[in-house]
């Protein structure tokens, strides 16, 4: 008997000690509501467009982004999570929506910029410039 509540005390504690070191690394996975999964950009890819969401990009996300997107900005070092890499397929296969939720709630590290970037379409014109990283 003590021998199984000793087993069992070690899984539950192996188990937390897991959760606990991939929460912290920032691995957990981004829960994104279902109604936004299917929301699609209101805004178009026009040349005026881009532009300013290279400008939006450079002042709000590139400090921690990097350029290229890679997740290797200025800041990203000093941070105790890993910044996202838009070049990857898993980040290029999100939705607009789901990417539009993302910037505009946060989660952990990366802030809300519902405030910071007021305007819902500028936000939904990141999106465009952030499919610009795609690998090739």
Not at 5 to 20: D, E, H, W, Y
Not at 25 to 30: F, K
Not at 38 to 63: F, I, Q, V
């Amino acid at each position: 008997m003590k021998s199984r509540i000793v087993k069992i005390f070690m899984i539950v504690f192996a188990t937390t000690a897991f959760l606990i070191l991939v929460n912290a690394q920032g691995v957990q996975e981004w829960i994104v509501p279902a109604k936004f999964k299917t929301m699609k950009n209101p805004t178009s890819a026009s040349k005026e467009n881009l532009a300013n969401a290279k400008d939006l990009y450079s002042k709000h996300c590139k400090s921690c982004h990097g350029s290229t997107g890679l997740g290797d900005g200025t800041k990203a070092a000093s941070l105790d999570a890993t910044c996202g890499d838009f070049s990857t397929a898993k980040f290029q296969v999100q939705t607009d929506g789901e990417v539009f939720f993302k910037i505009s709630e946060g989660r952990g590290k990366m802030p809300s910029f519902k405030k910071t970037i007021s305007d819902d379409n500028d936000r939904w014109m990141i999106i465009y410039y952030l499919r610009s990283f795609k690998s090739k």
